[in-house]
């Protein structure tokens, strides 16, 4: 929930009292995909995957963190060589 957050700019379920918002997430509700431009679907589905109930099914942190690396590294200036006339 805490990646989505960050996303969002506010917490899950923040338009319902601290109690019903637990009791929407025991119920198997989960917040909506929030609206960033930074947000990929990779990055989405991944966020999706840490919250299954069965922990079996959940994404493992190796995966989490192979993901985020590959999102900062799709974003990461590609380097350029000047020719040799620029100086």
């Given at each position: 929930m805490i990646f989505r957050q960050i996303f969002a700019?506010?917490?899950?379920f923040?338009?319902?009292s601290?109690?019903?918002?637990?009791?929407?997430?025991?119920?198997?509700?989960?917040?909506p995909r929030p609206d960033h431009?930074?947000?990929?679907?990779?990055?989405?589905?991944?966020?999706?995957g840490c919250w299954?109930?069965?922990p079996g099914q959940r994404?493992?942190?190796?995966?989490?963190?192979?993901?985020l690396e590959a999102e900062v590294a799709a974003r990461?200036?590609?380097s350029c060589t000047l020719g040799p006339n620029w100086t």
């Open positions: 700019g506010q917490a899950p923040s338009d319902e601290h109690v019903a918002g637990v009791f929407s997430m025991l119920m198997g509700r989960r917040p431009p930074e947000l990929s679907d990779r990055l989405w589905e991944t966020i999706k299954k109930v069965d994404k493992t942190i190796t995966r989490v963190v192979a993901v990461q200036p590609r």
